[in-house]
C-alpha cells in the first residue's frame, strides 16, 4: 500500500508538472500580444524596458520559465498586467468563493442523489423510479446556463424569491472567514447557482447509486439479512446501502471536477466572483498571469482529487489488489 501511495503520487507530481509546462507555453504563443494591457507602443522606449524588467518581460524565455517553475514553488506568481495587484492575492479571494459555491452544490448532489437512488432501486419500477429518473435525465440534458436563466427568470425577477446575481447585497458587508457561511444575505445569494450547478449532475451518483443497490439486492447477505426478520429500511441501509455506496464515492472525483470546470458557465450567469469569473475575464483581457494561474489551480484541484481518491479507494475496499502490494 506504502509503495502505491508513493508511485501515485510520483505520478500526480509529474502530472502537475507537465500541465504548468504546457500552460505557460501556450499562453505565450496565443495570438495577440498579452503585454499591449500594460506597455503600450505609444510609451518611450525606456518606459518600455521599465515596464518590461517589473513584469519580467525582459528575459529569455527559458529564463521566463525557469522563473515561473520557481514561483510555483514559492507562491509568487507574478502580478497581474490589468491590474498589478499579486496574482496569489487575487486568486485567494476567488479560490475561496469557487470552493463554496462548489461545495455547497456537489453536497447537495451527493446527498440526494445517493438518496434518491436508494429509494429507486428499493422500489424500482414505481412511480418514484420512473419520475426521478425522467426528472433527473432532463436536468442533465440542458446546459446549466439555461437551467439557471429560467431559475433567475422565475424565483429572482418573477417571484422575487432570490437576488439576481453577486455574492452580497450591494452596500452589504459580508463577514469574513468561517461566519460568512452563516450569513443570511450570502446564503440567500447561495441557493440559485448551487442548486443550477446540483440539479445538473444530480443524475450520475443517483442513477450509479441506483445500479449498484439492484447489484447488491440480489446478494446472499441481502437474503440473508431478510430471513433474520430485519426490517426492510434496516437492510436497505444497513447493508445494501453501505455495500452500494463504494461506486458514487469513485464517480464522486470526477463528479467534482467536472463542476469545477463547469462553474465557468455558472459563476457567469449569476456574476459570482470565483474562479470561473476571473477565469473568464483574465482570458478575454490577455491577463496570462492571471489566466495560466487560474488554469493551473484548478487542474491541481482535479489532480489532486483524483489521487485522494485511488488512495482511498483501496482502503474503502480491501477486495481491491493493489499492484505490487496485497489485497
Not at 424500482?124 to 440542458?142: E, Y
Not at 498571469?289 to 489532480?303: E, M, Y
Request: glycine content about 8%.
Amino acid at each position: 500500500m506504502i509503495e502505491f501511495i508513493i508511485r501515485r503520487t510520483i505520478y500526480t507530481i509529474f502530472t502537475i508538472f507537465a500541465v504548468a509546462t504546457i500552460l505557460f507555453f501556450i499562453f505565450r504563443i496565443m495570438p495577440g500580444d498579452p503585454t499591449a494591457q500594460v506597455i503600450s507602443p505609444a510609451l518611450d522606449e525606456a518606459s518600455q524596458t521599465r515596464l518590461k524588467e517589473a513584469f519580467g518581460l525582459d528575459k529569455p524565455l527559458s529564463i521566463q520559465y525557469v522563473l515561473y517553475l520557481k514561483g510555483l514553488v514559492t507562491l509568487e506568481w507574478g502580478r497581474s498586467f490589468t491590474t498589478s495587484k499579486p496574482v496569489f492575492e487575487i486568486l485567494k479571494y476567488r479560490f475561496w468563493n469557487t470552493i463554496f459555491l462548489m461545495g455547497a452544490a456537489m453536497s447537495f448532489t451527493l446527498l440526494l442523489g445517493t438518496g434518491l437512488g436508494m429509494i429507486m432501486a428499493w422500489k424500482r419500477g414505481g412511480p418514484l423510479d420512473v419520475s426521478a429518473t425522467v426528472s433527473a435525465l432532463v436536468l442533465q440534458s440542458a446546459p446549466p446556463f439555461v437551467t439557471g436563466i429560467l431559475f433567475l427568470m422565475i424565483l429572482s425577477y418573477k417571484l422575487d424569491l432570490f437576488p439576481t446575481g453577486g455574492m452580497n447585497t450591494p452596500g452589504e458587508r459580508l463577514p469574513a472567514g468561517i461566519a460568512m457561511l452563516f450569513n443570511k444575505d450570502f446564503l440567500l445569494h447561495l441557493i440559485l447557482p448551487a442548486i443550477t450547478t446540483a440539479f445538473y449532475y444530480l443524475a450520475t451518483p443517483m442513477l450509479i447509486m441506483r445500479d449498484s443497490m439492484l447489484e447488491v439486492t440480489g446478494s446472499d447477505y441481502i437474503e440473508l439479512a431478510q430471513a433474520k426478520g430485519l426490517s426492510p429500511s434496516t437492510v436497505m441501509i444497513k447493508h445494501a446501502a453501505r455495500n452500494a455506496l463504494l461506486p458514487v464515492f469513485t464517480v464522486a472525483s470526477v463528479l467534482i471536477g467536472f463542476a469545477l470546470g463547469g462553474q465557468v458557465i455558472v459563476e457567469q450567469v449569476f456574476s459570482w466572483p470565483g474562479m470561473g469569473q476571473l477565469m473568464v475575464e483574465a482570458a478575454s483581457s490577455h491577463d496570462y498571469p492571471v489566466a495560466q494561474a487560474t488554469f493551473l489551480l484548478l487542474a491541481v484541484l482535479i489532480i489532486v482529487l483524483n489521487l485522494l481518491a485511488d488512495i482511498s479507494y483501496c482502503y474503502l475496499d480491501p477486495r481491491i489488489s493493489v499492484p505490487g502490494g496485497k489485497k
